[in-house]
């Protein structure tokens, strides 16, 4: 709540608009990418960290096939499935003549320094996040 509330100048008129999109993705790729890139130099290639890595991403195959791997049916009464939220954040205003000067800053400018606080506020918040490029 204080990042996003920190993070933002408070304006009457053409306010900044946040839109949260959340998407749920069923493939462990980067997770597996990333428990890869964790084992420690002397432990890569190991028989043990080989055969630990394809377990691994074996379960995790498992867990996220479709259909789910089994019914809770004593919460949700859905399928149970592993998968990962992907959240992603939309931060925008509208610009014109007047705004686009705001404290002498042009309106890529403002969005920078709104992105780098906004950033900031989570990293102290303990979330992990990052500006998407055009490639994402």
């Not at 939220?85 to 002498?104: D, E, F, I, P």
Request: glycine share 6%; hydrophobic share 35%; with cysteine.
């Amino acid at each position: 709540e204080n990042a996003l509330q920190d993070s933002f100048d408070e304006l009457d008129e053409n306010p900044w608009v946040v839109q949260l999109y959340a998407q749920d993705e069923s493939t462990w790729d980067n997770y597996l990418r990333g428990l890869s890139d964790y084992v420690r130099p002397r432990a890569q290639g190991s028989t043990f960290t080989e055969f630990y890595v394809r377990f691994f991403a074996h379960h995790l195959r498992a867990i996220a096939k479709p259909g789910g791997l089994f019914e809770d049916t004593t919460v949700t009464r859905l399928p149970w499935r592993g998968q990962v939220r992907r959240v992603r954040m939309v931060v925008y205003r509208r610009a014109n003549a007047v705004t686009a000067s705001r404290r002498g800053q042009s309106p890529e400018q403002a969005l920078t320094t709104i992105c780098d606080r906004l950033v900031g506020g989570l990293a102290n918040a303990g979330v992990k996040s990052r500006r998407m490029e055009a490639a994402d």
